[in-house]
């Protein structure tokens, strides 16, 4: 996968298969930062490897806007939310390379997941522009990046990235075969 280059759908499969995300437990990774109630956004959720992780934290009152560019990515994750019976937590949102169309969401975050996603996105300052825009002031945000697709100092460029939009670095978390960060909104 080169810069800018969208996963194929099909890989969408291979990415929800926990032998092919070994060492990548989504309880383990996400728990620490996601509280109940809350509102999430998961930019690029593929078919949803996190994305079930997610609605089960925020509980039968919280909710997770979850934002992709692949009608079949969304079309797949719907249905394993539905199976996994949390399909009304879930809002599965079609956006554009352009912007994810989440302006009705103003302030209304409470913690961001960008989990192998912004080294597909050719605008990164507008991407990180639009997530610092639906955040609340202090809420979280975790970026990870695949190793092999990202190197060390385009994972800087894309925290400076995040830095101008207005997100503080809180910690390097260590995420298997990853670079990840979590950032705060100031
Ligand atoms: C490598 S997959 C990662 C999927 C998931 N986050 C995971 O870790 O299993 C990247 C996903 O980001 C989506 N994507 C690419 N560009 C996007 C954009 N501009 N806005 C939202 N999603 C995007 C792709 O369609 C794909 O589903």
């Given at each position: 996968m080169t810069e800018h280059r969208v996963c194929p759908w099909w890989l969408g499969f291979c990415l929800?298969?926990?032998?092919?995300?070994?060492?990548?437990?989504?309880?383990?990774?996400?728990?620490?930062?996601?509280?109940?109630?809350?509102?999430?956004?998961?930019?690029?959720?593929?078919?949803?490897?996190?994305?079930?992780?997610?609605?089960?934290?925020?509980?039968?009152?919280?909710?997770?806007?979850?934002?992709?560019?692949?009608?079949?990515?969304?079309?797949r994750l719907k249905r394993r939310a539905s199976r996994a019976g949390v399909a009304e937590r879930v809002e599965a949102r079609l956006g554009s390379a352009e912007t994810m169309a989440i302006a009705n969401l103003r302030e209304k975050i409470d913690f961001t997941l960008a989990f192998a996603v912004v080294h597909e996105i050719p605008d990164k300052g507008g991407f990180f522009s639009e997530v610092s825009g639906a955040s609340k002031p202090g809420a979280l945000l975790l970026v990870a990046e695949p190793k092999g697709h990202v190197k060390d100092t385009n994972f800087d460029s894309e925290l400076q990235a995040a830095s101008d939009a207005g997100f503080e670095l809180v910690d390097r978390p260590k995420i298997s075969r990853s670079r990840a960060a979590l950032l705060r909104k100031k």
């Amino acid at each position: 996968m080169t810069e800018h280059r969208v996963c194929p759908w099909w890989l969408g499969f291979c990415l929800t298969c926990p032998l092919f995300r070994l060492g990548q437990n989504p309880h383990k990774i996400l728990a620490p930062y996601v509280r109940e109630g809350w509102t999430v956004l998961e930019p690029g959720p593929g078919m949803g490897f996190f994305t079930l992780e997610l609605a089960q934290l925020v509980g039968p009152s919280g909710r997770v806007v979850a934002v992709d560019i692949q009608p079949k990515m969304l079309d797949r994750l719907k249905r394993r939310a539905s199976r996994a019976g949390v399909a009304e937590r879930v809002e599965a949102r079609l956006g554009s390379a352009e912007t994810m169309a989440i302006a009705n969401l103003r302030e209304k975050i409470d913690f961001t997941l960008a989990f192998a996603v912004v080294h597909e996105i050719p605008d990164k300052g507008g991407f990180f522009s639009e997530v610092s825009g639906a955040s609340k002031p202090g809420a979280l945000l975790l970026v990870a990046e695949p190793k092999g697709h990202v190197k060390d100092t385009n994972f800087d460029s894309e925290l400076q990235a995040a830095s101008d939009a207005g997100f503080e670095l809180v910690d390097r978390p260590k995420i298997s075969r990853s670079r990840a960060a979590l950032l705060r909104k100031k």
